[in-house]
């Protein structure tokens, strides 16, 4: 059973920072692409990142230059930083892989960027 569990979410003020991590469990991490998505209320689920099993990136243009992925193999875990942050930036971000034609989400964790 693939089970991936976000954390690193809160409330955060414009121009903040901060670090989400990914956890996942079920698959041999290391070989599969993780991805970084967010859900604003009233708006359809959008990529932000994704990484590779080579640790090719890929970015939403509307984070390029302010979130980096990463990823780390020995700890099953993706992150995501994320600086410069703004109230646009508010929504509930999911993590996500995919195994065998089946894509798995996690919970999600909340991001709000306010002042």
């Known amino acids: 059973q693939v089970h991936l569990v976000e954390r690193g979410g809160g409330l955060v003020q414009p121009g903040g920072s901060l670090r989400l991590s990914c956890t996942a469990s079920?698959?041999?991490?290391?070989?599969?692409?993780m991805a970084w998505y967010r859900q604003a209320p009233g708006k359809q689920r959008e990529l932000v990142a994704d990484?590779?099993?080579?640790?090719?990136?890929n970015y939403a243009d509307f984070v390029r230059g302010r979130f980096t992925i990463s990823r780390d193999n020995v700890r099953n875990t993706v992150f995501l930083e994320m600086n410069s942050l703004t109230p646009e930036d508010t929504a509930m971000y999911y993590c996500s892989t995919t195994r065998q034609s089946l894509t798995y989400w996690g919970r999600g964790t909340r991001v709000t960027v306010s002042s």
């Open positions: 990484i590779s099993s080579s640790h090719d990136r």
């Open positions: 079920g698959i041999n991490f290391r070989l599969h692409a």
